[in-house]
C-alpha cells in the first residue's frame, strides 16, 4: 500500500496521480459523495465570500429599520423581495445573518479541529515514540477524559472561562474560548490513533535503519513516521469537523457559545427559539436548516473517505 | 475404465468458477470434470492459488458472490446440485454433503457449546428430540476420538486444544449423515505432530459412516497416506489424475514430476532440494495453449498453442500433448 | 476475576479523585470565593474573618480534604444563584432526568436494534436504503434542531403535545414520575424522542455494522455449510454474537445520554438535572457547576464498572480458563 505523502515539491505530480487513483475513483462513482462535496464547496464558498454575497451587512446598525422586522420570507403574504428569507426581530435579513453565522460556525469548527489535531498528533507522537512514563501519563489522561462526553469538557471548559472572565471580556473573546474548549474536548482520539501506528512502526526495520544513522528521534517521528498516519488522520479529522460544527452549534444555542452581537447558526437558532410558538417559523427553521445542511455535507464526506480508505472493504 | 459401474456419487463435468471483477471475469476453476465413487476417498492436490479450495466451494454451493459455477453441471447421485434454489441447497448441505473447514479455531462459534452446535446441527436435518440429538451427539464425539464426552459436551470451544477442535469440526460435519464429505485442508492449521492422528480420525469415521472424501490440500504426505485416487490441479485445471500409486510413482504430467521429486525423501541425501522453475500464472495472466508450458521441460510447439483434454496416460489420466 | 474488579474500582476512585480536584479548583480559583458570597463593596476586615470562618487560609491540602470529606457524605455547598443547598436541589431535578433518560433509551433500542438487524441481513433493499438516509441524517440532527422542528410540529401547528414541562407529576416518596399521569406520558413523548433518536441512529448503525462483521465469518460460513437455514443463523446464532459486544457500547451511551439531557431539557424547559447546569453555567454559579460534575463522573464510573462486570457475566470466553486438561491431543 503506498503512502500518501505530500510534499509540496510533488504536488502536481501527486495531483495527477491522485486523479488517476483508486480514491478519486471510489468519489466519482460514490453518487451521494460528489453531490456532499458539492454541497460542502457551496457552503464552503458562501461562508468565505459572505460580506460580498450577502445582501444586507445584518451586523451595520445603521441599515437596519425595525419597521421591516419579523417579516415572512418572499413566498408567504406579506413578504418583502428585499429580504428573501425573510427578518428577524430587529429587521436582519436572515438570509444575511445565515451567510455570516455559516462563516462564524465553520471558521470555529476548522479551527477547533486543527487545534484538536495538533494537540492530539503531537501528544499521541510523544506517547508512542518516548514509551516509558510520559506514554503511560497521557494514556490515563486520555482514557479518563474519553469516559466523558466531549460536550461535558467543552462545557465544563467554557463553564471556567466564563467564571474567571468578566462578562465584556469574554464576549470579545467568546470565539477563542470556544475553539478552545472544543479543541480540548476532542484531542483523545487522533492522540490514540497515532500512538498505536507509531507504536507499530517504530517496531518496523526502516525505522530501526534511521536511529542507527543516528537521526535525532524528533526527526525519525516527524519524517519517517508521521506521514504515514495521514490516511486515518484525515478520516477521523473530517468526522470531527462535523462534531465540532454541531458541538459549538450546541453551545451556543446554549446561551455558552457565541454571543447574539457576533452569532454563529447556533445562536441565530436559540434567537429564533423564542418566536418558534408564535408562529414565525422563518427565524428558527432557516438557520437550522443551514446548520443541517453543512454537517450533512461534512458527514457524508466523511462516510466516503472512511470507506474508500478502508482496505477491508474494498 | 472398464465394465458396468454404478451411478458415481459425484460428477463434476466441466464446471467452470468465474468472479466478474472491474476489469473483466477472473476464473480461478476454468474446466474440471471427474467423478468420485461412493466411499472413495479422492486427494486433490495443488499450489496455493490452483483453484482447489474454490472447486470444493463450488461443490458445496459455498461460493461467495459474486463469484459463480458459470459454465458445467455438478451432479450429486444423478442429480443437479450446482442449479438449485437456496432452499434446496440448505437442505443438502450438512445433510447429504459435509464440509470440513481449514482453521477450528475460527469455525466453531465461540459463544456455543459443542454440544449445542452439535444438537442444533443434527435437529436442523433430522426429526428428533433434543434428549435424542445430544445422545447422537455424544455418540459422535466418542466417535471421534474425544474423552470424556459427557462433561465436554458442555464446554466452549475455546476450552479444547487445536487437536480437540478439529475433532469436533469433523463430528459437526458428520452429524446429519452426509455421503460426501469435502475437507479443505484440514490439517493446515495443525501442528505437525497430530496432523496424522487427525487425518486418521476423518478417514476412519468417514469409513464408518460410508462417506466419501474429497480431500483438498497442497500437502502430498497427507494424500500418500490416505487417497485412494489423486486428482492434481494446476491453473485452474485438472492437468493429471488418477489411482494413487500411478500418479506418485509413475507421474504422467510434467508437473506432476515436478511435483514428486520436489519431495525430499528422509534418509536420502540430497545436494539441493530440487524445484520446478518459474510459478504458477496469476489468474490474470494465464499463458494461451496449456497453461504450464513455459516451465514445462517438455514444452513443444504444439503447447504453446493448444490447451491439452485429459487422456489415458501410463495407468491415469494427464491432459498433456505427450499423449 | 477478584483483582479484575479491585482494579476497576481503584481506577474509579481516581477519576473520582481527579475530578473531585477539578471541581476543588473551580471552588477556589476560579474568581473569589468570598467575592461571590458578598459582593464588591464588603469592606477588608470583614472578608478576612470571612475568610477565617470559611478556613480559606488553611493549607492547599487541608482545604481540599475538607472539600474532599463534605462531598463525600453530599454537602455541596449552596447554590449562588438563589442560596438553596445544591444537593436539595440536585435531588429533586435527578427524577426528572433520570426517567427522561430512560424512556430516550427504551425508544432508541426497541427501534434501533430491530432496524441494525434488518439492514444487516437485507444490504440491498428500498427499506435499507431509507434505514441507512434516517440514519446518516440523524447522525448529522443537532438535538436542538430536532426538538424545535418536533415541537413546531406537534405542538404548534397540531397541538397535540405540550412543548414544555412534566405535566401532571406523582410523587412516590422521593421520587416524582411523570409515567403515572396522561399529561406526563404526553409530556415525555417529544424530549424523549428528542433526546433517543441520537442514540437510535447510534445504536443503528452498530448493530448493523456489526451483524455484518459477524455474518462473514468462519463459523457463520461454516453453520451455513452445515446446512442450518437463513432464519437460524440471523436470528439464533449471529445474533447472539452481535448484541454482546453491542450492549456494553449501549451500557456505555447512558452515560452520554445523561449528559446530552442538558441540551433536551434546554430545549423543552425539562426541570432536571441537565437545566440546572445550564443555568448555572450561565451565571456562574460554581458551587452548583462543581457539584453536578461531581455526580455526573460518579454515576459516569459507576455505569463504566457495571458495563465491565456485564461483559465479564455474559461472554464465556472470559469467565472459564483455556484449554482443560482431560483429554489427549
Known amino acids: 500500500m503506498t503512502t500518501r505523502t505530500a510534499h509540496l515539491s510533488r504536488l502536481g505530480e501527486l495531483l495527477g496521480r491522485a486523479y488517476n487513483s483508486d480514491l478519486f475513483w471510489s468519489f466519482r462513482h460514490t453518487p451521494s459523495a460528489v453531490v456532499a462535496a458539492a454541497v460542502a464547496c457551496v457552503f464552503l464558498l458562501l461562508a468565505l465570500l459572505a460580506p460580498w454575497v450577502a445582501p444586507q451587512n445584518p451586523f451595520n446598525l445603521s441599515a437596519l429599520s425595525l419597521m421591516d422586522s419579523e417579516l415572512p420570507p418572499v413566498w408567504v403574504s406579506g413578504g418583502d423581495s428585499r429580504f428573501f428569507l425573510g427578518t428577524d426581530v430587529q429587521g436582519r435579513d436572515i438570509f444575511s445573518t445565515i451567510l455570516y453565522g455559516l462563516r462564524i460556525s465553520m471558521v470555529v469548527g476548522f479551527a477547533s479541529v486543527l487545534l484538536a489535531m495538533t494537540l492530539g498528533v503531537s501528544l499521541g507522537l510523544a506517547a508512542g515514540y518516548a514509551g516509558g512514563w510520559v506514554e503511560a501519563l497521557i494514556m490515563r489522561i486520555a482514557d479518563v477524559q474519553l469516559s466523558f462526553p466531549a460536550i461535558l469538557v467543552a462545557l465544563l471548559v467554557n463553564g471556567v472561562a466564563r467564571a474567571a472572565l468578566p462578562r465584556e471580556v469574554f464576549n470579545d473573546v467568546a470565539m477563542l474560548i470556544l475553539i478552545l474548549s472544543i479543541g480540548v474536548s476532542s484531542w483523545v482520539q487522533y492522540a490514540r490513533t497515532v500512538r498505536s501506528l507509531v507504536v507499530v512502526e517504530k517496531e518496523k526495520e526502516y525505522v530501526q535503519a534511521v536511529n542507527i544513522l543516528g537521526r535525532h528521534p524528533l526527526f525519525i517521528a516527524g519524517r519517517h513516521i508521521l506521514p504515514n498516519t495521514t490516511g486515518p488522520i484525515t478520516v477521523i479529522a473530517t468526522i470531527n469537523l462535523a462534531l465540532a460544527i454541531l458541538t459549538e452549534a450546541t453551545l451556543s444555542y446554549l446561551g455558552v457559545g457565541m454571543p447574539p452581537v457576533t452569532p454563529s447558526l447556533g445562536t441565530l437558532v436559540r434567537l429564533g427559539n423564542e418566536f418558534m410558538l408564535s408562529g414565525k417559523w422563518w427565524i428558527v427553521i432557516f438557520p437550522s436548516a443551514a446548520l443541517v445542511g453543512v454537517v450533512l455535507a461534512v458527514n457524508l464526506l466523511g462516510d466516503w473517505l472512511r470507506d474508500a480508505l478502508n482496505p477491508k472493504l474494498r | ?323 | 476475576m477478584i483483582p479484575f474488579i479491585f482494579r476497576r474500582l481503584l481506577q474509579g476512585l481516581i477519576v473520582m479523585l481527579v475530578v473531585a480536584l477539578i471541581a476543588f479548583g473551580l471552588f477556589h480559583f476560579v474568581g473569589d470565593p468570598v467575592n461571590n458570597m458578598v459582593g464588591q463593596e464588603v469592606g477588608g476586615e470583614i472578608r478576612e474573618q470571612l475568610r477565617e470562618s470559611l478556613g480559606l487560609n488553611d493549607p492547599m491540602i487541608v482545604q481540599f480534604a475538607r472539600f474532599v470529606a463534605r462531598t463525600a457524605t453530599g454537602e455541596f455547598g449552596v447554590s449562588f444563584r438563589n442560596g438553596v443547598p445544591v444537593s436539595t436541589l440536585l435531588l429533586e431535578r435527578m427524577p426528572a432526568t433520570l426517567e427522561l433518560v430512560f424512556c430516550a433509551s427504551a425508544f432508541a433500542l426497541s427501534l434501533g436494534i430491530p432496524m441494525g438487524i434488518y439492514s444487516a441481513i437485507n444490504r440491498r433493499g428500498l427499506l435499507t436504503g431509507v434505514i441507512q438516509i434516517v440514519s446518516l441524517t440523524g447522525v448529522s440532527l443537532p438535538s436542538f434542531v430536532v426538538g424545535i422542528v418536533l415541537i413546531i410540529v406537534f405542538s404548534v401547528d397540531l397541538g397535540w403535545l405540550p412543548s414544555s414541562g412534566r405535566g401532571e407529576v406523582v410523587k412516590l416518596g422521593a421520587w416524582s414520575t411523570g409515567l403515572l399521569t396522561a399529561s406526563g406520558l404526553k409530556s415525555l413523548i417529544l424530549p424523549s424522542i428528542t433526546l433517543g433518536l441520537f442514540q437510535l441512529t447510534l445504536v443503528m448503525r452498530l448493530v448493523r455494522a456489526e451483524m455484518l462483521e459477524v455474518l462473514r465469518t468462519d463459523y457463520i460460513k461454516f453453520a451455513r455449510a452445515r446446512g442450518l437455514s437463513e432464519g437460524i443463523i440471523n436470528f439464533h446464532l449471529a445474533l447472539k454474537n452481535t448484541l454482546i459486544p453491542v450492549v456494553t457500547v449501549i451500557g456505555l451511551q447512558i452515560g452520554s445520554l445523561i449528559a446530552f439531557a442538558i441540551v433536551t431539557e434546554t430545549v423543552f424547559q425539562w426541570p432536571g438535572m441537565g437545566l440546572l447546569f445550564i443555568q448555572a453555567v450561565d451565571f456562574a454559579d460554581i458551587p452548583v457547576m462543581s457539584s453536578y460534575l461531581v455526580l455526573i463522573s460518579l454515576m459516569f464510573v459507576i455505569i463504566n464498572l457495571v458495563v465491565d462486570l456485564l461483559y465479564y457475566a455474559i461472554d464465556p470466553r472470559l469467565q472459564i480458563g483455556g484449554p482443560q486438561a482431560g483429554g489427549g491431543k
Not at chain 2, 458459470?70 to 443437479?80: K, M, N, S, V
Not at chain 2, 519431495?263 to 499463458?287: D, F, K, N
Not at chain 2, 513443444?300 to 483434454?309: A, N, S, T, V
Request: glycine share 8%; aromatic share 4%.
Open chain 2, 1 to 323: 475404465m472398464s465394465g458396468y459401474r454404478a451411478t458415481p456419487l459425484l460428477e463434476v463435468r466441466n464446471v467452470r468458477v468465474e468472479y466478474p471483477t472491474r476489469t473483466g471475469p477472473l476464473t480461478p476453476v476454468k474446466d474440471v470434470s471427474f467423478s468420485l465413487d461412493a466411499g472413495e476417498v479422492l486427494g486433490i492436490v495443488g499450489e496455493s492459488g490452483a483453484g482447489k479450495s474454490m472447486m470444493g466451494s463450488a461443490i458445496i454451493g459455498l461460493l461467495e458472490p459474486p463469484g459463480r459455477v458459470a459454465a458445467g453441471e455438478i451432479l450429486l447421485e444423478g442429480e443437479r446440485i450446482d442449479n438449485l434454489s437456496r432452499a434446496a441447497l440448505t437442505r443438502i448441505r450438512g445433510r447429504k454433503i459435509g464440509l470440513v473447514p481449514q482453521d477450528p479455531l475460527t469455525s466453531l462459534n465461540p459463544l456455543f457449546t459443542v454440544g449445542q452446535q452439535l444438537v442444533q446441527t443434527i435437529r436442523a436435518h433430522h426429526e428428533m428430540s433434543d434428549k435424542q440429538a445430544r445422545a447422537r451427539a455424544l455418540e459422535l464425539l466418542t466417535e471421534v476420538g474425544i474423552p470424556a464426552p459427557d462433561r465436554r459436551i458442555d464446554q466452549y470451544p475455546h476450552q479444547f486444544s487445536g487437536g480437540m477442535r478439529q475433532r469436533v469440526v469433523i463430528a459437526l460435519a458428520l452429524c446429519a449423515g452426509p455421503r460426501l464429505v469435502i475437507a479443505d485442508e484440514p490439517t493446515t492449521a495443525l501442528d505437525v505432530s497430530i496432523q496424522a492422528q487427525i487425518i486418521d480420525v476423518l478417514k476412519r469415521t468417514c469409513r464408518d459412516h460410508g462417506a466419501a472424501i474429497i480431500l483438498i490440500t497442497h500437502d502430498m504426505g497427507v494424500i500418500a497416506e490416505t487417497a485412494d485416487r489423486v486428482g492434481v490441479m494446476y491453473a485452474g485445471r485438472l492437468v493429471e489424475i488418477g489411482p494413487l500409486r500411478s500418479v506418485v510413482s509413475e507421474p504422467a504430467h510434467p508437473y506432476t514430476s515436478g511435483l514428486m521429486s520436489s519431495i525430499p525423501v528422509v534418509g536420502r541425501e540430497l545436494e539441493r532440494l530440487s524445484q520446478i522453475a518459474g510459478a504458477m500464472p496469476r489468474l490474470t495472466a494465464t499463458p494461451q495453449g496449456c497453461a504450464f508450458h513455459p516451465r514445462c521441460p517438455k514444452a513443444f510447439d504444439r503447447c504453446k498453442l493448444e490447451m491439452p483434454e485429459l487422456v489415458p496416460a501410463h495407468s491415469s489420466q494427464a491432459a498433456c500433448w505427450l499423449y
